[in-house]
């Protein structure tokens, strides 16, 4: 079992940037792709980005060019740096950790506000 541990992530103004970072502990050596997700009020959760123990990314559309995924598979984390944010940025970004078995772990979710 794992259980990723999130930090960052607040307030910033428009065009601003923030950091997110994911940290995983329990069976780490079992992780494949690690993950940043995100729900706004009253839309359903949606992949921003993920990598892979290879470091393979997997960016969405809306945050390409802006967010950054990084990962380091000796301190079993995943920070998401996010750069010219927009107002649209703002949601519940959680953290996904999933298994070589397919099972996915998250993160309780941290709050990212971005104001106009």
């Known amino acids: 079992q794992v259980q990723p541990v999130q930090s960052g992530g607040g307030l910033a103004q428009a065009g601003g940037s923030l950091r997110l970072s994911c940290a995983a502990s329990?069976?780490?050596?079992?992780?494949?792709?690690m993950g940043w997700y995100r729900q706004a009020p009253g839309k359903q959760r949606e992949l921003v980005a993920t990598?892979?123990?290879?470091?393979?990314?997997n960016i969405a559309d809306s945050v390409k060019g802006r967010f950054t995924i990084s990962r380091d598979n000796t301190k079993n984390t995943a920070d998401l740096e996010m750069n010219s944010l927009k107002p649209e940025d703002t949601a519940v970004y959680y953290c996904?950790?999933?298994?070589?078995?397919?099972?996915?772990?998250w993160g309780k979710g941290t709050l990212v506000t971005v104001s106009s």
């Open positions: 996904r950790a999933t298994m070589n078995n397919g099972l996915n772990y």
């Open positions: 329990g069976s780490i050596y079992s992780i494949n792709t």
């Open positions: 990598v892979s123990r290879d470091g393979s990314t």
